[in-house]
T-cell receptor, first 114, second 113 residues
Framework: GENVEQHPSTLSVQEGDSAVIKCTYS??????FPWYKQELGKGPQLIID?????GEKKDQRIAVTLNKTAKHFSLHITETQPEDSAVYFC?????????????FGKGTKLSVIP | SAVISQKPSRDICQRGTSLTIQCQVD?????MFWYRQQPGQSLTLIAT?????????ESGFVIDKFPISRPNLTFSTLTVSNMSPEDSSIYLC??????????FGQGTRLTVV
């Protein structure tokens, strides 16, 4: 089955700096890679995702890059703000008929220091 | 997107008792999923619930401990049976469609004393 490794487990940055979280996956059949943000006491919220037919996707201060050959993908947050502080999870799955299961990384606790 | 309502949001239960968690979705979905998130940990899939058939359980989870119902395309329940302190976790409901995003409910924070 799929295995997703996520690094680092904790990350502290100064407000305004950038944050990068990296994930690797093992199953070359995986073609969908979402990122979730989980604030304390809440369920995971989808913040951005990327499919295997593109290499990069941006949404305002958030971007995700994908390297299919190396089987890794990364989350980039620019101009970090205190409200970005949360736990971030990457995930991977094969998105196609008959297959739905997401495999999650272990999470990264991001702290943005004002 | 999908709006997912989970009840209860939290509960404190005595060991040996059972708790049923409800998950209601605002639209019809084929697949619903139940996850467990132990304190400070990642999400672990308990089972996949497909309407009209038995749930499919992941390794380490059994139907007697975590019975699931899926009576229609917008609703599911997960029961945590004969609870022990080790069952203290956040339980999350999720929905997914082929080639679309997966969304999560707010979770049920369970404490077993």
């Amino acid at each position: 089955g799929e295995n997703v490794e996520q690094h680092p487990s904790t990350l502290s940055v100064q407000e305004g700096d950038s944050a990068v979280i990296k994930c690797t996956y093992s199953d070359s059949a995986s073609n969908y890679f979402p990122w979730y943000k989980q604030e304390l006491g809440k369920g995971p919220q989808l913040i951005i995702d990327i499919r295997s037919n593109v290499g990069e996707k941006k949404d305002q201060r958030i971007a995700v890059t994908l390297n299919k050959t190396a089987k890794h993908f990364s989350l980039h947050i620019t101009e970090t703000q205190p409200e970005d502080s949360a736990v971030y999870f990457c995930a991977a799955k094969y998105s196609g008929a008959g297959s739905y299961q997401l495999t999650f990384g272990k999470g990264t606790k991001l702290s943005v220091i004002p | 997107s999908a709006v997912i309502s989970q009840k209860p949001s939290r509960d404190i239960c005595q060991r040996g008792t059972s708790l049923t968690i409800q998950c209601q979705v605002d639209s019809q979905v084929t697949m619903m999923f139940w996850y467990r998130q132990q304190p400070g940990q990642s999400l672990t899939l308990i089972a996949t619930a497909n309407q009209g058939s038995e749930a499919t359980y992941e390794s380490g989870f059994v139907i007697d401990k975590f019975p699931i119902s899926r009576p229609n395309l917008t609703f599911s329940t997960l029961t945590v049976s004969n609870m022990s302190p080790e069952d203290s976790s956040i339980y999350l409901c999720s929905v997914d469609r082929v080639n679309t995003e997966a969304f999560f409910g707010q979770g049920t924070r369970l404490t077993v004393v």
